[in-house]
């Protein structure tokens, strides 16, 4: 493993993130700590992409193009996400509420840091093969080598013109290898260093901080109740892989594929924000925030704009239906329209038919 | 697909999905069910819309219409029985009001779900192996690829089996005559390609015909998973061993 990058590594999926979601979650008036800048720093990241990298995509722009784009609006994102952290940093809003911790509190604090380091490092040595990666990494390899996305054959490396094809077309309309492409090339890491061995461990953390927050939704001022969900949570994914199907199996074996962040921490990102939404339903801050997980669940796997519209739907009719507020499923269902786009794009360049190969999805 | 025919195969899903024993699914439905009456924020919050959706997910006309065109199980995944289970032991922890009761409920719940469970990091799971390198792929892949990058940094190559999902991932300066399309995914095939790798794949081919066809399409190295070397006869279509890695033999195109 080079090292030497790992500046690299913390500034592109540490701190770029951090900062950008101290921006977003500064103009959508979220509470500010370290769970929601990194979380929605990255959704944040992930939406854009998917904004500017689907049409980049179909238009058939180099890979360079994209970057540099894609890079001024992230620079711009952090730069100032930096400033309005630098002016509001002594906002006694921003301050972290000083709580006496009780010897409980201690305890399960100790249990979630002990049980998230050794699952990090049991995730370090380790590895799993995935025949999958043949097309979900080697496409960021093929993107990073030949300057173009999605115009190369993952399976033989050659060229090809049409990628309306088969499972590629998928990847077209939610380009998740093009992120794992972009830190790759921003990185100077190869990219399946990046997907197997380098990102696993950013996701990771995405998955801690949106446990983390569903335990501070739940549990509100109960530090134990938060450290003890978090920890018996990662308890439950090592012990309770009854096979590779669960949602927890595709989080350890293979959460650098798109379709297994979805089940990582996609899905447990929409239930935690729609949420946030039944508590205020009337804000359409954390509306906009549901749009951008949205986004960035698409931008993941065409699975996620299958699950990503389906929970818009199921969610925004149960709150309406308990809440008896029509009102609050509409704003939901926009969610599911934004899902709607893509599904439609994608069914339309499939010529209409709702098979592609063997599968829809 | 009729009704019945529906619910069978929604049955399959199922037990697929939970597998043998499939414990940890009831605990998550215990875990639902404990929400759903003890709860009240998870009850409305979460554990009414996933209510609502798996009335829709296993309903047998919405399968027969439309989930079975697609990847059924992995709708499965709004169950979330990893939040549900924590979020029902969390809650039956925190009813305790001495901090020593709950700590020691904690230890038990965690005591539970290490005897119920299995550790999948654990050898005899077979999920997972030592890392080999940064890049993760397996190591025989590793090996074989550097030692055909070491002689040719642009390699194109015609290899059999499960090595052909990884190689490109190790790099992608390698050109290969077939990989996982030669199982249907990713990509569609040339008809001729097809052919090819249909009858070498299945053994169905001589090595004189193999060895034909990659000095005719000028592949510079062709990678058996075989016991036998057969210098001979890839000497007589200008190739030769280039090095044996474990059960793969690799040859080389000769220059000229």
């Known amino acids: ?54 049409p980049m995509v179909l238009l058939r722009t180099s890979f360079t193009f994209l970057t540099i784009v894609y890079s001024v609006i992230l620079g711009g994102l952090c730069v100032a996400g930096i400033l309005l ?4 940093k002594n906002d006694p809003k921003n301050r972290i509420e000083k709580k006496k911790l009780e010897y409980q509190d201690i305890f399960a604090l100790v249990l979630m840091i002990a049980g998230y380091i050794a699952l990090a490092v049991m995730l370090a040595i380790k590895q799993h093969t995935d025949h999958d990666d043949s097309r979900f990494v080697v496409n960021a390899v093929d993107i990073v080598r030949t300057d173009t996305m999605f115009l190369t054959n993952p399976a033989t490396g050659l060229p090809i013109t049409d990628f309306f094809k088969q499972e590629l077309v998928r990847d077209v309309f939610s380009p998740n290898a093009v992120y794992i492409a972009y830190v790759a090339r921003m990185t100077g890491t190869h990219a399946t260093i990046m997907a197997h ?40 994914m ?85 809440k008896k507020k029509p ?18 794009a994608y069914i339309m360049s499939n010529g209409g038919s709702l098979y592609n190969g063997e599968t829809l999805f | 697909m009729t009704l019945p025919e529906a619910v069978e195969r929604m049955g399959f899903w199922i037990s697929r999905y939970a597998g043998e024993s499939g414990v940890f699914l009831y605990i998550a439905l215990a875990a639902g069910i404990y929400l759903l009456l003890f709860s009240k924020q998870v009850r409305i919050k979460i554990m009414m819309p996933i209510v609502l959706m798996a009335m829709v ?8 219409i439309l989930f079975s065109k697609i990847i059924y199980w992995r709708f499965f995944w709004i169950l979330q029985d990893v939040v549900l289970i924590g979020l029902a032991l969390t809650d039956l922890c925190g009813r305790f009001k001495q901090g020593w009761i709950r700590c020691l409920c904690l230890l038990l719940c965690s005591g539970g779900i290490v005897l119920l469970g299995t550790n999948v990091f654990r050898p005899e799971q077979g999920r997972f192996i030592d890392a080999d390198s940064p890049y993760k792929v397996d190591p025989e892949t590793r090996e074989v690829c550097e030692v055909i990058l070491a ?28 990989g996982r399309d030669g199982d249907g995914y990713i990509y569609e095939m040339d008809p001729a390609v097809r052919a090819f790798e249909r009858e070498f794949r299945f053994g169905n081919m001589s090595w004189e015909e193999v060895f034909q066809y990659a000095m005719e399409h000028n592949f510079t190295h062709v990678c058996f998973y075989d016991r036998y070397q057969i210098d ?24 000229g």
């Open chain 1, 1 to 54: 493993m080079d090292w030497s990058k790992l500046p690299l590594w913390i500034l592109f999926l540490l701190m770029i993130p951090t900062f950008i979601g101290y921006f977003t979650c500064h103009v959508l008036k979220l509470k500010k700590n370290v769970a929601t800048t990194y979380l929605f720093g990255n959704m944040t990241q992930w939406a854009v992409l998917q904004i500017i990298g689907v």
């Open chain 1, 85 to 88: 952290w630098i002016r509001h």
């Open chain 1, 197 to 236: 061995s380098v990102l696993v461990q950013s996701l990771m953390l995405c998955v801690l901080a949106v446990y983390w927050l569903l335990g501070d939704t739940f549990f509100k001022k109960s530090v134990f109740s938060k450290a003890s969900f978090v920890f018996l949570a990662f308890l439950t």
């Open chain 1, 238 to 322: 090592v012990y309770g892989c009854y096979t590779g199907y669960p949602a927890q199996a595709f989080t350890l074996f293979r959460i650098w594929q798109g379709k297994a962040a979805i089940a990582a921490f996609g899905i447990p990102a929409v239930f935690l924000v729609c949420s946030w939404i039944y508590d205020e339903p009337t804000d359409w801050k954390k509306c906009i925030l549901l749009y951008i997980v949205i986004l960035a669940m698409c931008q993941f796997s065409t699975m996620g704009i299958m699950l990503g519209g389906a929970m818009c739907g199921g969610i925004g009719l149960a709150y309406a239906i308990l």
């Open chain 1, 327 to 344: 009102t609050m499923a509409l704003r939901i269902w926009i969610g599911f329209a934004i899902c709607l786009v893509y599904f439609t």
């Open chain 2, 57 to 64: 997910v296993l309903n047998p006309i919405l399968y027969q």
């Open chain 2, 151 to 178: 002689d040719n940094p642009h390699p194109t190559l015609i290899i059999s089996n499960w090595l052909f999902s990884e190689t490109r991932q190790y790099s992608g300066d390698i050109i290969q005559l077939f």
């Open chain 2, 232 to 255: 001979d006869i890839a000497e007589q279509y200008g190739y030769e061993c280039l090095a044996v890695v474990g059960p793969r033999i690799i040859y080389h195109q000769l220059p």
